[in-house]
């Protein structure tokens, strides 16, 4: 009996860290930007790129729409979005001309933004 109890435990067990593992979510949309900026020191030029954060990383990546190559990484934080504004995609961009930077970024019909707090350039 007792081996027969904590054959189950051992089995729910599993399935709850595998559904802990299974909630990650990467959030991706594609966005065009009218203006060069930068991301982690990487200069990135106006277009439509991938922006995509992944919540268990913690990493928004900005990838190039038609190669799907990696152009900047950047460590970010998720936080509640502005009461109301939750319909259109909010760019955030600190800075103008060639200091222009990413500071943060919000998708549409998403509850949350990922903010930018540190940055690594893409290889």
Not at 44 to 70: C, E, I, P
Request: aromatic content about 6%; overall charge positive; some cysteine.
């Amino acid at each position: 009996m007792k081996k027969a109890t904590s054959r189950i435990a051992i089995a729910l067990l599993l399935c709850v860290v595998s559904l802990s593992v299974a909630n990650a979510k990467v959030k991706s949309r594609a966005v065009t930007f009218g203006q060069d900026f930068s991301v982690g020191g990487t200069l990135v030029k106006a277009g439509t790129y991938d922006l995509s954060f992944d919540d268990q990383t913690n990493m928004l990546t900005v990838s190039n729409r038609k190669t799907k190559d990696v152009v900047a990484k950047a460590e970010a934080r998720a936080e509640a979005r502005r009461a109301g504004s939750v319909y259109g995609t909010d760019i955030q961009i600190v800075g103008s001309g060639s200091a222009a930077t990413l500071a943060g970024v919000a998708f549409a019909g998403e509850k949350m933004a990922f903010m930018i707090t540190g940055s690594t350039a893409a290889k």
